[in-house]
């Protein structure tokens, strides 16, 4: 049986929580995916799940988003990529996008640069299953049950030198599926970065799947990054490079809009954008807007990381 005992990020109006739903549904899953196995029996929903196996599921319990999880039909039909176009209606569109063979860079600051197929670094990541709150710069949040492994486990992998202190990550830019790259008011391709202390947090994570299916195409297939402690514009899709590097690098939307869309965008109710008071935000699918927490909730985690920083608008945009 779970006690559920209300944590200090869960939002106070906290309902029944779908996730511990989800945790029990997928172990059913696994425990009947093999006694199928077992018989030779095949069924095509249940061959389905056992082909992206959900991996360690502690995270589950331990990242309890404590609101409901956005159906799958909405996160998969509003999104933001603006290679694809500047609306939230580009799902149709980044069909178009080849994600088969993928091919990912890791290189600067490393023992040794390599490229690999997202296929073979995959043989190599352990899967796991975070339920998220992503909250992005325009008010709006989802919670996502993502799939995939931590960015410390990726770090690893690359073995960094000791003068690596950022990585930059870079998406796919491809001007034959991507009408976006083409409005030459953006620096492309898109960029983003983190400091390593955040990279290695136990919170950073690589998505390469949601809602027990690979990563949909306009959600940033086939390996995307997922910082939840962060506006939803540092969680960069469909990446192609990881770069380990010694200074803090430029991002796409600090050269596009410098004063309000930085490198940190740690999210804080106290600080509005332009168009955003980030006080508040649409929690889609629920129907209601809800008050918007510093760090997006996740403050046990990742306050730590900035205590000797100044708090002031510069780590909060
Ligand atoms: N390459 C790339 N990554 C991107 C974006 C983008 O336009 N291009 N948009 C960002 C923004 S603003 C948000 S809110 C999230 C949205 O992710 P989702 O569509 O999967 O919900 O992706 C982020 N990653
Ligand atoms: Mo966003």
């Known amino acids: 049986m779970t006690v559920h005992r209300r944590r200090e990020w869960e939002l106070p109006e906290k309902a029944v929580t779908s996730c511990h739903l989800l945790v029990h549904r997928r172990k059913a899953m696994t425990v009947f995916g093999a006694s199928m196995l077992g018989f030779g029996v095949i069924n095509e929903a249940v061959a389905d799940k056992v082909t992206y196996p959900p991996g360690d599921l502690s995270g589950t319990g331990r990242f309890d988003p404590g609101r409901p999880i956005t159906p799958e039909q909405i ?38 640069p390599i490229t690999i197929s997202f296929d073979d670094l995959m ?24 799939r995939g492994f931590p960015m410390r486990d990726l770090v690893k992998f690359a073995r960094p030198l000791s003068a690596a202190k950022y990585i930059r990550v870079t998406s796919m830019s491809d001007p034959k599926v991507m009408p976006g790259l083409s409005i030459p008011y953006f620096p492309w391709p898109y960029r983003e970065g983190l400091w390593m202390p955040e990279a290695v947090n136990e ?115």
């Open 75 to 112: 996160v998969t039909t509003y999104n933001n990529f603006y290679e694809f176009g500047l609306h939230k209606n580009i799902w149709r569109r980044a069909q178009k996008l080849p994600t088969e063979p993928w091919t990912i860079r890791i290189e600067g600051e490393v023992e040794r």
């Open 123 to 146: 043989k190599k990541m352990p899967v796991q299953t975070r339920i998220y709150r992503h909250r992005c710069v325009e008010a709006w949040s989802i919670v996502v049950p993502w």
């Open 203 to 317: 919170l950073a994570f690589i998505g390469t799947g949601m809602y027990d299916e690979a990563m949909p195409k306009q959600d940033g297939a086939p390996i995307r990054i997922v910082i939840p402690w962060k506006y939803g514009f540092k969680s960069a899709k469909s990446l192609v490079k990881f770069e380990f590097i010694r200074h803090q690098p430029e991002t796409f939307w600090e050269q596009t809009s410098p004063n309000f869309y930085g490198f940190w965008a740690n999210v804080n109710p106290k600080y509005p954008t332009p168009r955003w008071s980030q006080a508040y935000e649409r929690a889609l699918g629920e129907g209601r807007v809800i008050p918007t927490q510093i760090w997006n909730g996740y403050g046990r985690w990742v306050a730590s990381l900035y205590s000797g920083m100044k708090h002031d608008r510069h780590l909060f945009m």
